[in-house]
Each structure stands twice: as structure tokens, then as C-alpha cells.
């Protein structure tokens, strides 16, 4: 595939993070871009907005005309659209060119300077964080995430930052010049059979990379870029270091301060992120705190949502146990008493770590758990109450009755917390922005 020589890019699922943030890199090149989601949203709105076509049902005399030429045109899929889809099977029945968007963004990768960026936990938090640290560069990035309501970073420069995703070994299909990886903790429990088969993964995405900047927890499992391989950390064996002093981050190598940043974030895990963004720049031979320094963080990632009668709303998306107790300490930090609205994620990974996650929510002073957001798995019975009777919490059948139930047990707290990967964000932002519509009116909920 020649991204040059393409006119025209359809996306079949143009509603993901993801994908999204391919479509407004293909808009910056002037390409026709259109797509299919299933339904609307404020991401497709956005993209709507800046130029391309969006439509929301399955037809595919919707398809544009342009997207209908299959020389000229790419068609990019995610994994979450079934092979039967009648537009996708469409495109297979007509021959055109069809890629994964891990696959496009291989290609992406192979043509500019791509600097990839991996790990189990963070790398949508880091991969933001390089791109701001980048930013004298002008870099491009696709982040797995939103910035302010928007995808992406879409810049003049031949660099481009990337998310790169172990989910089915997806990362392998890039070719990045640096690879940052960050950690590698087992999850993703319905394709990875073990800690040890992760680790073969990510060491077989280190070598692709012709220099990999690595984590001083993961140096120990043999990772190794092609060329060079660089570690980064806390303790003074490491290439690159960092100090904090007074919620300043230094960065040192070879014991000489190369950069320093004052964070508009806090937490432990933003400042080890921080220190990659900045072990990053420094490589590459610019001064990274001169963007990270305004880095106010991702969408969803400990974000305040609202503030009412003296309470804090907080939308987060942890659901891996190592990340929900890293976002509950950092929190800890700022709230004395704080509620948790607890989403499991996927039956497989909740039967996996379920004592885990239980043990890492007790690190707050309440907590409700929702049924299991199945995501791309299908029902299992009796998954639903495991972490709450794991952890002796209160079970939540329903967001009908979280609604009732919010006002009275969230009495006398400081913060609530909404945390998991799937819907429970949407209904945060409906159930804060009532609240905040009440006050405004006088009215109670």
C-alpha cells in the first residue's frame, strides 16, 4: 500500500479511539475519508465537523461513490466489526485493499519516523505525554485516547508518535525507529495464556525497533531493541533518571540534570510516564519539559467531571487490578474519603483477577460494583457478583438503580470515583451534568 498514491479511505467502525485518530490523520493529507459506525456520537461529530463522512447504518448503497473506486481507495476495519458485516463483506467481495488499523499504522510507521510506544498500563497516558514533549517537532499522534473532546494530534513534521497495542500481538505489525515500553503484566487473559507468553511478545516488538527505551521493572524479562537499548527509572543503575524533588521531576544521565517539569498531574504513574516522555526528547535531542509542562492529561484518566455540594466526580478507566490501585492511591493523595463505582471489564479478565481487583478497591472507603461490561465476550453466568462478594461490597444491579442509590451512599464523602472501560463513563457524565443542572435550578435529585 502507497498512502501517496490512495485518494480515498473508507473506515468500517470509524467511531473507535483508534480509528478515529487515523481519520483526521488521513483528513490532514487531504484524503476523502468516509466511514460506518454503528451509532452516533461526539466523536463522530467531531470528525463529521472536520470533513468526513459518516453514516450509521448498515447499507452499503451509503457508501460514497469515491470509495467505490478500488484502486484509489484503502478500506480499514477494526477487529470489533464481524467478517459478515454487509459492508465489509462488500469490499472483500470487490477485492479491494483491506487492512487492520494496526496494519495502516505499520505502514505509517515505515514511511516517517515512527516512535511507538507499549506497555500494559500508561501508553495512552505516555504516548500523550511524548507527543507534548515532542512538540518543538510538530509531531503527528495517535493516541488511544481524547484530548479535550478531540483524537489524535495532527502535526506538519515527518514524526509520528503511536499507540502501540499487545492485544493479539497487533504491535507487531509497526516498524517504529524508537520503542518506548513502558511495563508487562499479564491481561488480555482471552488471547495470552501466561505472563511468559506476554513477555515473548513484547520482547519480539523490542526487536523490531531499532532503539527500545525500557523500563527498569521489565529489564529483567530480556527485552532488547534491534540496535540499542536504553532503561529508564527511579534508581541510579539506569540510563536515564529521575528525581523528584519537591513535585519536580528531574531528569539525569550520567548524573548531569538534563531537563526538569513541573506536572499539572499527580500520582506515581503519571510522574514514571513523565520520565519516559522526557528520556524520550532528550534522545532525540530536544527539550521535552518545554511541551510536557502543559500536559493537563487524557480524557478519562482520573478526570474531573463535575463538582457539587462539596463532592468531586472523577471519571477513570482503570480495569486492570495493577492500574485501579495506582489511580486509588494517587487519589488518596488529594481526598480523605472517597466512593468507587467499580465496572468490571470482560468476563475473562474479571474470573482471572477478581480477588486482585477487589483487594485494590478496598484502598477506598466505599465501594459499589456494576455487572461485568462484556465488551467483545459473551455472557457468563455468575461472573457478575465475584468481585463484589470477593471484596464483602455493595452489588449494583443496573444503572436504573446506581441512579436511586448515588444520593444516599454517597453522603459525607469527599470524592466519587467512576472507574472501568466501558459505559459507566457515559453514565457519569449524564448523572454529574443533571446534578450540576439541578444546582442551577434549585432542584433536588
Known sequence: MNIETIKSVYFVGAGGIGMSALIRYFLSKGKFVAGYDRTPSELTGHLIAEGAQIHYEENINLIPANCKEKETTLVVYTPAIPQEHAELAYFHEKGFEIQKRSQVLGTITRSSKGLCVAGTHGKTTATAMIAYALRSLEPTAAIGGSIGGKVGIIGKKKVFVAEACEYKRSF???????????????????????????????????????????????????????????????????????????????????????????????????????????????????????????????????????????????????????????????????????????????????????????????????????????????????????????????????????????????????????MGAGDVDDFAREYVAKLLANVDTGKKM
Open 172 to 418: 507487531l505489525h509497526l516498524n517504529p525507529t524508537i520503542g518506548v515500553i513502558l511495563n508487562a503484566d499479564f491481561d488480555h487473559v482471552d488471547y495470552y495464556r501466561s505472563l511468559s507468553d506476554v513477555q515473548s511478545a513484547f520482547r519480539e516488538f523490542a526487536d523490531k525497533c531499532e532503539t527500545a527505551l525500557i523500563g527498569e521493572d521489565i529489564k529483567r524479562f530480556g527485552i532488547k531493541g534491534r540496535k540499542q537499548t536504553l532503561i529508564f527509572g527511579f534508581t541510579d543503575d539506569c540510563d536515564y533518571v529521575g528525581k523528584i524533588d519537591n513535585d519536580i521531576l528531574f531528569l539525569l544521565r550520567n548524573g548531569v540534570v538534563k531537563d526538569s517539569v513541573r506536572l499539572k498531574v499527580r500520582g506515581k504513574h503519571n510522574y514514571y510516564d513523565a520520565l519516559a516522555a522526557l528520556a524520550v526528547a532528550d534522545f532525540i535531542g530536544v527539550k521535552g519539559s518545554e511541551g510536557l509542562c502543559e500536559f493537563s492529561g487524557v480524557d478519562r484518566r482520573t478526570e474531573t467531571i463535575g463538582a457539587v455540594g462539596g463532592v468531586t466526580y472523577i471519571s477513570d478507566y482503570a480495569h486492570h487490578p495493577v492500574e485501579i490501585e495506582c489511580t486509588l492511591r494517587a487519589l488518596k493523595e488529594s481526598y480523605q474519603r472517597t466512593v468507587v463505582v467499580f465496572q468490571p471489564h470482560t468476563y475473562s479478565r474479571t474470573v482471572t483477577f477478581y480477588k486482585e481487583i477487589a483487594a485494590a478497591l478496598k484502598l477506598c472507603d466505599k465501594v459499589m460494583v456494576l455487572p461485568v461490561y462484556a465488551a467483545r465476550e459473551n455472557f457468563v453466568e455468575g461472573v457478575d457478583r465475584l468481585v463484589p462478594d470477593a471484596g464483602g461490597f455493595m452489588f449494583v444491579p443496573d444503572f436504573e438503580a446506581l441512579y436511586s442509590l448515588l444520593g444516599k451512599e454517597t453522603v459525607d464523602y469527599d470524592a466519587v470515583i467512576f
